[in-house]
């Protein structure tokens, strides 16, 4: 257990609204990463984070955007939800300090009808 | 983004038997890490071995060992004295040294049965 939470664990909005995720983690932990799973494609990478203030775009950044205010909570909005982004949300974080093994939240599935 | 291919979606094994899950990797890198996480029906993403590039030795965690074969690009994990509780969707993915970005395969789905 890595310390990790996420909420919402579930939610369902409607195309066009926006959406905010949030991850909390207690550990005090540099790197946070989020992530989304679809069937076929495994786990890719929206965005991520080395440090307060400090983010950056992964593989499918498209339509997502994302802050970090504090250590422990890194946040990830949709600004107008679309239908393509129906998915499960992971947050992550890396427990060694740097770009390392990577242990996950328990996940939000995320429906936009 | 490197591409990580496992190359079996769905596999079925006896308790108490032996089950190999592929995994082949695409990289130009020498330093790396590799990894098997496990996906339980309760969704949570568990990790099950870490293997770093440099080290040769293959990585072993009680009933789950690695086979890796750095020339090969080839990362297979092999579940010994299967469980009911090891069934779950595998997933094989690669880490390049000090990158953040974890690539993953499409996964590959483990079945026992009693």
């Known amino acids: 257990d890595a310390g990790i939470t996420q909420s919402p664990r579930h939610k369902v909005t409607e195309t066009g609204t926006p959406v905010t995720l949030r991850c909390h983690q207690t550990?005090?932990?540099?790197?946070m990463y989020w992530y989304r799973q679809d069937p076929g494609h495994g786990l890719r990478l929206i965005h991520y984070?080395?440090?307060?203030?400090?983010?950056d775009k992964g593989e499918v950044s498209d339509g997502y955007s994302v802050s970090r205010s504090k250590t422990e909570d890194f946040l990830l909005t949709l600004e107008s939800a679309t239908s393509s982004q129906t998915s499960v949300y992971f947050c992550?974080?890396?427990?060694?300090?740097?770009?390392?093994?990577?242990?996950f939240g328990p996940g939000t599935r995320l429906t936009v009808l | 983004a490197q591409t990580v291919t496992q190359s079996q979606p769905e596999m079925s094994v006896q308790e108490a038997e032996t089950v190999t899950l592929s995994c082949t990797y695409d990289t130009s890198e020498n330093n790396y890490y590799l990894f098997w996480y496990k996906q339980p029906p309760s969704r949570q993403m568990i990790l099950v071995i870490r293997q770093e590039a440099y080290k040769q030795q293959n990585a072993t965690e009680n009933r789950f060992s690695v086979n890796f074969q750095k020339a090969a690009k080839s990362f297979s994990l092999k579940i010994s004295d299967s469980q009911l509780g090891d069934t779950a969707m595998y997933f094989c993915?690669?880490?390049?040294?000090?990158?953040?970005?974890?690539?993953f395969g499409a996964g590959t789905t483990v079945t026992v049965r009693a």
């Open positions: 992550a974080i890396s427990a060694r300090g740097g770009p390392d093994t990577q242990y």
């Open positions: 984070s080395y440090g307060v203030k400090d983010t």
């Open positions: 550990e005090n932990h540099r790197y």
């Open positions: 993915a690669f880490l390049r040294s000090n990158d953040y970005k974890l690539s």
